[in-house]
């Protein structure tokens, strides 16, 4: 998925062959290269124009993943749309649930409460 100029020789050489050899891999090619360039420029007016796209397409795939953006499609607009992110929430459950695995069957909520919270001294 990186940009043409990024690529080098060998690299270039392969993916033109790959894309003249068969035209759904042109297909996927294009609409990949599309969502990249959606998502990085948050886009979220071009994203139904884009799962119509893939619709028309018929490549299963992509579908699929198409079919996952539709489930939760007012998520996907806003995260396309807004600046807010969740990702500071999301680490701290990934660290919970790290020490929740470290822990299995060892203790209860007393010794997790102080794994939680425990900071080493400065």
Same mark, same amino acid.
């Given at each position: 998925? !990186? +940009?043409? #100029?990024? =690529?080098d *020789?060998?690299q270039?050489a392969?993916?033109t062959?790959? !894309?003249?050899? #068969?035209?759904? $891999? !042109?297909? $996927? +090619?294009? @609409?990949?290269?599309?969502?990249?360039?959606l998502v990085k420029?948050?886009?979220?007016?071009d994203? #139904?124009?884009?799962?119509?796209? $893939?619709?028309?397409? +018929?490549?299963?795939?992509l579908?699929?993943?198409? %079919?996952?953006?539709?489930?939760d499609?007012a998520?996907?607009?806003n995260? !396309?749309? @807004? %600046?807010?992110?969740?990702g500071?929430? *999301?680490?701290?459950?990934?660290? =919970?649930?790290?020490?929740?695995?470290?822990?299995?069957?060892?203790?209860? =909520? +007393? @010794? =997790?409460?102080?794994? $939680?919270?425990?900071?080493?001294?400065?």
């Amino acid at each position: 998925m !990186l +940009d043409d #100029d990024k =690529l080098d *020789e060998g690299q270039q050489a392969a993916r033109t062959s790959m !894309l003249a050899a #068969d035209t759904q $891999v !042109l297909t $996927v +090619d294009q @609409l990949a290269r599309q969502f990249v360039q959606l998502v990085k420029t948050r886009r979220s007016q071009d994203l #139904d124009q884009w799962l119509a796209d $893939v619709a028309a397409s +018929d490549i299963k795939a992509l579908t699929t993943f198409a %079919n996952g953006i539709r489930s939760d499609l007012a998520a996907v607009r806003n995260a !396309l749309r @807004l %600046n807010w992110s969740n990702g500071q929430t *999301e680490g701290q459950i990934n660290r =919970l649930k790290f020490i929740k695995r470290q822990m299995y069957g060892r203790a209860k =909520l +007393d @010794l =997790l409460r102080k794994r $939680v919270l425990y900071r080493p001294p400065s």
